[in-house]
């Protein structure tokens, strides 16, 4: 199984697409991701990695991640 989250409306919706990811961490422990979408700026910003949600993200990380809009995932691995 896998979490999939998706966050329209804050100021820093990166911020609040990680907290939700770390309430669905059940729901995948291989890898997170967010990518977010800045209106003003019209670009996409990415960030992803392996483990856990609170290791792939870093307050810095998390900050360069701008935009009222942010889809979120944790996945989990299958074989």
Same mark, same amino acid.
């Given at each position: %199984? *896998? ?7 804050? !100021? =820093? +919706?990166?911020? !609040? *697409?990680?907290? +939700?990811?770390? $309430?669905? =961490? ?5 890898? +997170?991701?967010? /990518?977010?979408? &800045?209106? !003003? @700026?019209?670009?996409?910003? %990415? ?7 609170? @290791? $792939?993200?870093?307050? &810095?990380? /998390? &900050? ?6 942010? $889809?979120?995932? $944790? ?5």
């Amino acid at each position: %199984m *896998c979490g999939i989250v998706g966050i329209w409306g804050p !100021e =820093q +919706a990166s911020k !609040e *697409c990680y907290q +939700a990811l770390l $309430v669905l =961490q059940h729901r995948g422990q291989d890898a +997170a991701g967010i /990518l977010s979408f &800045d209106q !003003e @700026q019209r670009r996409f910003f %990415m960030h992803k990695g392996l483990g856990l949600t609170d @290791q $792939v993200f870093t307050k &810095d990380s /998390l &900050d360069k991640l701008s935009g009222n809009t942010a $889809v979120g995932h $944790v996945r989990y691995t299958t074989v």
